[in-house]
């Protein structure tokens, strides 16, 4: 599939963005959001893989302060999920020229798909979120602070540091600051979750260690528009990656069954 680098402008920053294959005025196209930490190169494979597996054109972009993006100016106000829901996706779509769009999102990345979902319904037609952290419940935070340590204490910092360079010490603060917080809402992003129109695929990893089930109690107790729930055995915190071909037959049934069928 042929690919292209280019660096583009969304929300004030530039950004950089990866396109993959050509984008259909008749077909979705692909919208890959990262997690918390990550970046393009951090996905390896997979974009690739689901966009040929799906016959879907896709972008994947490092967010603003990851990868090779501009870097981040801390410190940051507002809500992160919030903001790159908003603004980035919207530029993105108006950059590329695209009409429907099926957004892919990992961790951090997936609950900012859900909450894009709720902003962007004219636009986006299928939501497929990987492990979305949306609640800071007791064993997500026990896992973020072991993330804390292996970044200070262990190799986390060295295994970063070829993926966002000097950005890395910055980048690291910033996450630690939000996803640490003391206090949180009891259910964040309801309202969003609520607005949902379009078919959402939620995929977990059973052996996540940083919790799955406070955010999938508050998808289903919240989100009236079509939710299907795929929970994989074997899998942890980066299904996509641990299992990759479960996860991209199931994500492609979806969407020929849920949203190209609409």
């Not at 974009?47 to 981040?72: F, M, N, T």
């Not at 950005?167 to 809402?185: I, Q």
Request: hydrophobic letters at 40%.
């Amino acid at each position: 599939m042929k690919s292209q680098e280019q660096r583009i402008t969304a929300a004030g920053h530039r950004i950089n963005t990866l396109l993959l294959g050509e984008p259909s005025a008749d077909k979705p196209t692909l919208i890959f959001l990262h997690g918390g930490l990550d970046c393009i190169g951090m996905w390896r494979k997979f974009p690739h893989q689901l966009c040929e597996a799906s016959g879907l054109a896709g972008i994947v972009y490092d967010r603003w302060g990851h990868g090779k993006s501009d870097p981040l100016v801390l410190p940051r106000p507002g809500d992160p999920r919030e903001d790159e829901a908003g603004q980035p996706i919207s530029d993105i779509i108006q950059h590329f020229a695209l009409n429907k769009v099926i957004l892919v999102g990992h961790s951090f990345g997936g609950a900012v798909a859900l909450i894009a979902g709720s902003k962007h319904p004219e636009n986006i037609c299928g939501i497929i979120s990987i492990v979305p952290q949306l609640i800071m419940h007791a064993d997500a935070m026990e896992g973020l602070k072991l993330v804390e340590d292996a970044f200070y204490k262990g190799r986390l910092r060295e295994k970063l540091l070829p993926f966002h360079g000097d950005k890395t010490d910055t980048l690291f603060k910033n996450w630690a600051s939000m996803a640490l917080k003391k206090t949180v809402p009891e259910k964040p992003y309801a309202t969003s979750l609520e607005e949902i129109t379009c078919p959402v695929l939620a995929i977990f990893g059973e052996q996540d260690n940083y919790g799955y089930e406070p955010n999938l109690a508050l998808m289903t107790e919240r989100m009236s528009s079509p939710l299907e729930v795929f929970k994989m055995e074997e899998a942890a915190h980066y299904p996509h990656l641990e299992k990759p071909e479960p996860l991209i037959a199931k994500a492609c049934a979806f969407i020929t069954e849920q949203v190209l069928s609409l």
